[in-house]
């Protein structure tokens, strides 16, 4: 078993309950960790609450050193977490070898940030003043996090929240724990004891845990909107500072002047990466009825020609999905899809070669539209619905209909079309011609119901900050606007 890490120590918990850990390729057991309780949610705070008295005097170029010797620690251990990250999450080991990439990448990127600013002066309203505006840490930060890419969005929280000079309780998803916790031995260990916290469980337990506690007063999270809101709703008692980074459900669209076998491939990158995994999936595309037919067919061309295995596998192009109700998830969606009139043109089903692991086929369905779940509801699953549309004020109007606001695609040359879908379309990232590229400055985050948090560049490390305005005045005399008028 895999123990928690609480202000630098090993311990197996206090309830004596596990959570087994899975290898989704195989469905074995690859590990057990800790079911964690309020009580070990407690000790964890605990931790990280009295390490910051001392952390938060830490200079800023002292932290941006110790997170340049974090990022050099991991590419001293690259393959060891490649190959884990790949066994408990199961997409291809190349795309975990990305991960790993931006893992060290951010890391370094906070701690070139991390030097950088804390306030600014700004103009007094008086000879005798002196007015400024200083940055400060807000102490424990609650990091809750997904099982799809485990250690990208925990170090897309936890880099700048060290950066800015909080201490930090980081909550893997129980699905995907062993990456997190094996990053807490051999990458966190030269942290004080307390500023960095790993504790494993169950959401409704531990995850509450660490939202409910008083001590607590900013918490991080990347999952479901209904999760979202049910932190949203237990963290409003206290009025915490929410960093919200919630479903998804983003368009592609393809215009008129858009190359067809390109823009099929560029499709399928962006539905089927990680098996579909991934936040910013696009799960609408939206294709003129001019080409559907020529667009429609070399999709499924495409998608054929992809490799279904065990991300370990160097020729894997597609993993399994992380869990069975996740597949279940996908085929209910497929289902009712197909019920309303939807028609598969492939995939649709778990292979029956690799029946084993929880593998679930690249589908693409065309006949689709808004009335079905798999148009609006996140699937987050390997499919592909096509919709067709008449004009582009109409493919617009499509890809602005969701309660969601994560990303949107779009595939052309015409810079007309590019302008009108950038100012148009509501979403916190607009990729033109290259979906779901991330830049390391550049903030990523939603609107609408995706939720209001940054991630990423400059935004990201002002969220993890609160702002204080100083006014001072060097001349202590009474003034004249005071009482008696």
């Known amino acids: 078993m895999k123990p928690m890490y609480i202000n630098g120590e090993w311990t197996a918990g206090s309830g004596g309950e596990t959570i087994d850990i899975y290898n989704p390729a195989t469905a074995e057991i690859i590990d057990t960790v800790p079911d964690g309780t309020a009580e070990d949610a407690a000790k964890a705070v605990a931790a990280a609450k009295a390490a910051f008295k001392e952390w938060r005097w830490v200079t800023a170029f002292e932290r941006a050193e110790m997170l340049q010797e974090a990022a050099n620690k991991l590419r001293e251990h690259f393959d060891e977490i490649v190959e884990l990250l790949t066994l408990e999450e199961g997409k291809a080991i190349s795309e975990n ?4 990439e931006w893992v060290i990448g951010t890391l370094e990127y906070y701690a070139g940030l991390a030097r950088n600013v804390r306030g600014r002066v700004i103009p007094p309203a008086d000879r005798s003043q002196f007015n400024f ?16 890419y485990p250690l990208l969005l925990m170090i897309w929280k936890v880099a700048p929240a060290l950066a800015a000079g909080n201490t930090v309780i980081i909550k893997p ?16 260990d030269h942290f004080p004891p307390g500023v960095v916290n790993v504790v494993t469980g169950r959401g409704d337990r531990m995850g509450e845990a660490l939202v409910e506690h008083p001590d607590v007063p900013l918490i991080a999270f990347t999952g479901s909107t209904a999760i979202g809101q049910r932190i949203s709703s237990l963290a409003a008692k206290r009025i915490k500072k929410l960093h919200l980074e919630l479903g998804g459900k983003d368009p592609f669209v393809i215009a008129p002047d858009a190359d067809v076998e390109t823009a099929a491939e560029a499709v399928a990158y962006a539905a089927l990466l990680n098996a579909g995994q991934v936040c910013t999936s696009s799960e609408r595309i939206y294709v003129p009825e001019q080409m559907s037919q020529a667009f429609t067919g070399a999709i499924v061309d495409f998608v054929r020609g992809l490799r279904l295995g065990p991300g370990l596998e160097r020729t894997t192009d597609i993993g399994p999905m992380a869990a069975p109700a996740f597949r279940e998830k996908v085929a209910s969606h497929i289902a009712e899809a197909k019920a309303k009139g939807a028609k598969v043109l492939t995939g649709g089903q778990a292979p029956e070669k690799l029946d084993q692991g929880w593998f679930y086929e690249p589908t693409v369905l065309t006949n689709v539209n808004h009335s079905m779940v798999i148009m609006r509801e996140e699937t987050f699953g390997p499919t592909i619905p096509i919709m067709t549309y008449r004009t582009f004020d109409e493919a617009i109007e499509l ?6 606001g994560l990303g949107a695609c779009i595939r052309t040359n015409d810079a007309r079309l590019v302008k009108r879908f950038f100012e148009e379309v509501k979403a916190g990232t607009i990729w033109i011609n290259d979906p779901l590229t991330d830049n390391y400055a550049g903030p990523f985050g939603g609107m609408k119901m995706t939720g209001g948090g940054r991630e990423l560049g400059e935004e990201g490390l002002e969220g993890f900050l609160e702002t204080k305005h100083v006014h001072w005045d060097f001349d202590d005399t009474l003034k004249d606007y005071w009482y008696p008028y």
């Open 97 to 100: 070898e990305e991960e790993t």
């Open 133 to 148: 505006i200083i940055k400060e840490p807000f102490g424990v930060v609650a990091c809750i996090i997904p099982f799809n």
């Open 173 to 188: 998803s129980d699905h995907t724990p062993l990456a997190t916790l094996r990053l807490a031995e051999i990458v966190f």
């Open 399 to 404: 890809a602005n209909d969701t309660v969601y």
